[in-house]
Each structure stands twice: as C-alpha cells, then as structure tokens.
C-alpha cells in the first residue's frame, strides 16, 4: 500500500448511509470482464501548475457538467485523506466561487484530495440535499508543490437523491473489525469504492458500518464498536440507488455470506467482487429497499 498517497484511514468521522433501492429490478449477470472493468471509476489524478509567484496553493474552475457554464457561490473543499471518505468536514475549504466559477486557496504542499459542493441553502457545511451540487467524480487527487499553484477545474451534478448519515460513528481506530480487498471481475483491485456491513442477510435497508474508501490496492477497512456477524456488500457512490452500470458487488456472491467478527480481532482476507449492476434506475428511491 502506498500510505504517501493513500493514506490508511484511522477511523471514520461520518458513517454513510446509503439507500440501495432497487424496487423491483433483477441482478443479471451481462457484460464481458472487459466491459465491468472499463467502467470501474479510477482516481483522476491533476498535475497541472503555473507559477505562483512565491505563493503555494490551488485554483480553478467550477462548471456544471451539463452545459459548461460556471456555478458561482461553489465551495471546493480539500481533504488530506478519505478518513471520512470525503463526505464529512475538510481540513481546507475556499470562500465561494465567483461569477465565473474561480476558486482559489493557498495550501501547504502535500497531496490532497479535491472535492466541489454547493447547497441551495448557501451553507458551507452539512449533509447534502435533493438540488444541491456535487463534483460527480469525488476521488480527483492532486500534489501541492511548493511555490507552485495547482491547477484543478472540477464539474459539477445536481444531487437527485439524499445522503443519509448514521449516527452510530466509530470515529477512531479500533480492536474489531474487517479488512478486504474489492476487485473487478477480472480480479483487479477497484480503488475509491467501499464495503458496508449489514445485520442482516437481504441487504435491503441503509447499512451500519460503511468502511475506508478502497485503497490502490482495492483495500478497505471497516472498523467496529464490537463483534458480531455481518453481511457485507460494496459500491461506489454514496447516495441513491445504484445506477446501470455502476460496480456493485456482495461478499459470497449473489447471496450474501455471513461474516462472524470477535469481539477485539479482526476478519481479515476477505474478497468482494464488484460487477456492473443492471436493472431499471428509479432515481430519489434511496429510502426503499431494493
């Protein structure tokens, strides 16, 4: 694991909840190895700079996606690892864009994770909502040179579903829970996404625990309170049902196998294997079981 750029996450300050409604869509198993692996979301890593003149730090641009015109009153917030899987506070945030979608923000060097948000209520802060945007690739990735200025233009979507936050949080790093590998169907590891731990076998309601985002290796964490046995599955995003296409997988295949985790040890070795998910998306149903 590289923890120079992928830091290893010590805890998570925000669980995510994520609906996974699936109504009454089919799992079908289409799609060649090739295709699930083309789709599967990689890290954007940016390194363009200009000069700054004796400043070090970050600035772009901000346009939704659909039509290229700039989103003013955009916050771009700025992460130095996935602790909270880039969903809770940021360690830097900048002060609105302008008109022309400019943002800008002086930084330590080091490298950092780049993300853009804007709430229709103007906050800065706080979970996400139905008419919010959000930059649709969460996982850009750029290196803050001294003296330099990096250059990260980030587009925007409009959020069609809600985020939902759990406030069981296991915010530090503990004794209890399990550590995996997610890879695509040819067996490659699948970086950005994560697991998530369910009580239950049907996987049909908001999870308990969600893990670190998946490293370059495909490695993930979740991190306990305590033992007990589990049902885990794996995706990509973090609100919404899942959409055609995206990488969804369940640990033991399309039935979903138990995991027992004692109390002060962790399970460990475990594979999830993540395929493209077909079957008929009904956006804003993340409430529903699936």
């Not at 772009?60 to 602790?83: A, Q, R």
């Not at 233009?153 to 550590?179: H, N, W």
């Not at 697991?195 to 495909?218: H, V």
Request: a neutral charge; charged letters at 15%.
């Amino acid at each position: 694991m590289n923890r120079r750029v992928f830091h290893t996450l010590l805890g998570m300050n925000l669980i995510i909840l994520i609906g996974l409604t699936l109504g009454a869509c089919q799992m079908a198993a289409k799609g060649s190895a090739q295709e699930a692996s083309a789709i599967l979301e990689e890290p954007l890593v940016v390194s363009n700079y200009q000069d700054g003149a004796g400043t070090t730090g970050i600035r772009g641009k901000v346009t939704l996606k659909t039509t290229g015109e700039p989103l003013s009153g955009c916050y771009v917030n700025i992460y130095p690892d996935t602790i909270s899987n880039l969903l809770g506070p940021s360690q830097f945030i900048s002060l609105p864009t302008d008109d022309q979608g400019v943002y800008s923000l002086e930084l330590p060097s080091g490298i950092y994770y780049v993300v853009a948000r804007k709430r229709i209520s103007g906050d800065a802060t706080g979970p996400l909502a139905p008419g919010d945007f959000y930059s649709e690739h969460q996982r850009i990735v750029t290196r803050i040179e001294p003296g330099k200025i990096a250059l990260v233009d980030l587009a925007v979507v409009p959020m069609k579903a809600p985020m939902f936050f759990k406030s069981r949080v296991v915010d530090r790093e503990t004794s209890t829970g399990i550590r995996g590998v997610l890879v695509d169907s040819g067996g490659q590891p699948v970086m950005g996404g994560f697991a998530m731990a369910y009580s239950d076998p049907e996987l049909k309601r908001l999870p308990d625990f969600a893990s670190t985002l998946s490293d370059e290796q495909g490695e993930f964490t979740i991190y306990l309170p305590q033992g007990g046995t589990f049902y885990l599955a794996a995706r990509i995003h973090a609100w919404d049902m899942p959409s055609p296409g995206e990488p969804y997988g369940k640990y033991g295949g399309a039935t979903a196998q138990s995991v027992t985790v004692p109390t002060g040890q962790f399970v460990q070795g475990l594979t999830i294997t993540m395929t493209p998910f077909v079957g008929q998306y009904e956006p804003g149903k993340s409430r529903r079981p699936f």
